[in-house]
């Protein structure tokens, strides 16, 4: 029976695995996007329409892929050093960047909506389409910083290498405020902008 290695469980765990899941929940996100706007109209509107908004639609795509590798990474730091404690943490971090995809893909609903009869909501989802996005590219931002205070919190980063333990150097629960505050204020902003 071949032995595993900490160091082949830390590379398989913590490095490809939250690399490969990060990677392939944008890619799963952006399909998504070309799938809902295909089906509502055509393939020829999903490309303008990801031509018009591609900045916002990358935003949205990078933070839920980065979202999906520190999920993973946490979810495999606590099976490699087999944690106890960290494991509703970790799963409260799930509910995190699930609720964030919603938001990220709420606004397509209006491209269906008139197919099913209800105009009247597509026409507001319509207005309100730049906020939607921007409600999920804010929280994907505190969806990370959920993940790095638990990253944090149980010490689930080696503290003698590695970019993380950089990271870590800061308060996280102090930079999660910030980004929560920062978040407050742009929602505001283009709340305003919206209504206006």
Known sequence: MKKITYEKLHKKHLVRRPLVFGILGSLILLSLYFLIVTLANSFQHSVEEFIRIWYWIL??????????????????????RNIVGATGSVAATGGVSTASMVACCAHHAADVLPIIGLSAAAIFLNKYQVLFIVVGVLSNLIGMGWMLIIIQKHTLYRENVGYLRKLMQFDMKKSFYYVLSFSVLIFLIALYFVGG
């Open 59 to 80: 935003l949205l795509v990078v933070g839920f892929g980065v979202q999906v590798g520190l999920y993973a990474y946490t979810k495999g730091f606590v099976k490699v």
